[in-house]
């Protein structure tokens, strides 16, 4: 059986923010956990699903493969894009840990000090791209704005000389314990936010926070064939992780650029070549653009305007392999305008000396209007 998009097991968007992913999450953990349900196997089933799918949509690697490649990105035995993703390690009492671990304690019963190192953030660069760049390949160079670890203090936030302290008010546990009433509740350290430490003589670079804001330049390769909605992933280029975690990872979103010739529908490119009434009534040689110059295309006489001509082989090679697409020129018969008077007598002319057998030389107009009429004789 197909499974359901991890976005609508939680019923958030695919834009929601991991606080929005972790609160759907809650809800619907709370609604459908096996000991307020005894012996329901419709929310067992449920929370289950709802476990998979935040467990995919909260970490960020695969939560990049997923809106890239849907379950094939994360199920290890799709032999997908994956790769190495999946669902390995932890249950459901590490997930149920995590979301309620601020309020029961952790998972897996007994809280206990949060780990000091922390993965960066992901970053995201929005890049644009001319339909020749997308189609060729290019090498593009950046600026990003982001966080790096604080080479004074190398990432302890603590001045030169001196080190973090244990945290006095939870004993470096990282949770307190507090009793209300009958029940006692362990939380995080209010004090030292669950790291257990308090830096009481920060860094002057860095005022304790182990990194520093820094604007870097990146050189980025975007391979050929690539389109609008395509990511590209360089593992390390985000944020500093804290406390010696290793950096997130910077995707480039890519957009095309709308061109002013082509039109791109996945490996094939379309465009609109007018024609004279004369080249599509007598048939000629016209010479049509692509992407690799321009090449001869053959009109044979009596061409009708929408005509579609394919061009093999001229369109785009997909980013991820096979052969390339087609060029589609779609021809447009063109009106002559701004005629002097000798030209208009020219075409009273010929408009005569069709006359007699109209229907022979127009056959879809004739056609057209004969099914008008029959169509208001039969009314």
Known sequence: MSKRDYYEVLGVSRDASDRDIKKAYRQAAMKHHPDRNPGDKTSEEKFKEANEAYEVLSDAQKKAAYDQYGHAGVDPNSGGFGGGGGFQGGGFGDIF?????????????????????????????????DLEEAVRGVEKKIRIPTLVACKKCSGTGAKEG??????????????????????????????????????????GDCRGRGRVEETKTLSVKIPAGVDTGDRIRLSGEGE????????????????????????????????????????????????????????????????????????????????????????????????????????????????SSL?????KHSPKKTSFFDGVKKFFEDI
Request: charged share 25%.
């Open 240 to 351: 500093a992780g804290t406390h010696g975690g290793p950096a997130g990872d910077l995707f480039v979103q890519v957009a095309v650029r709308k061109h002013a010739i082509f039109e791109r529908d996945g490996r094939n490119l379309y465009c609109e070549v007018p024609i004279s009434f004369v080249d599509a009534a007598l048939g000629g040689e016209l010479e049509v653009p692509t992407l690799d110059g321009r090449v001869k295309l053959k009109v044979p006489e009596e061409t009708q305007s929408g005509k579609m001509f394919r061009l093999r082989g001229k369109g785009v090679t997909p980013v991820r392999g096979g052969p390339a697409g087609d060029l589609l020129c779609r021809v447009l018969v063109e009106t002559p305008v701004n005629l002097n008077s000798r030209q208009k007598e020219l075409l009273r002319e010929f408009q």
């Open 97 to 129: 840990g995590d979301v309620f671990g601020d309020i029961f304690g952790g998972g897996g019963g007994g809280g206990g000090r949060r780990s000091r190192v922390q993965r960066g953030a992901d970053l995201r660069y929005n890049m644009e791209l």
């Open 355 to 359: 006359d007699e057998k109209y229907a």
């Open 162 to 203: 001196s080190k973090p302290k244990q945290c006095t008010t939870c004993g470096g546990v990282g949770q307190v314990r507090m009793q209300q009433g009958f029940f006692s509740v362990q939380q995080t350290c209010p004090a030292c936010h669950g790291e257990g430490s308090i830096v009481t003589d920060p860094c």
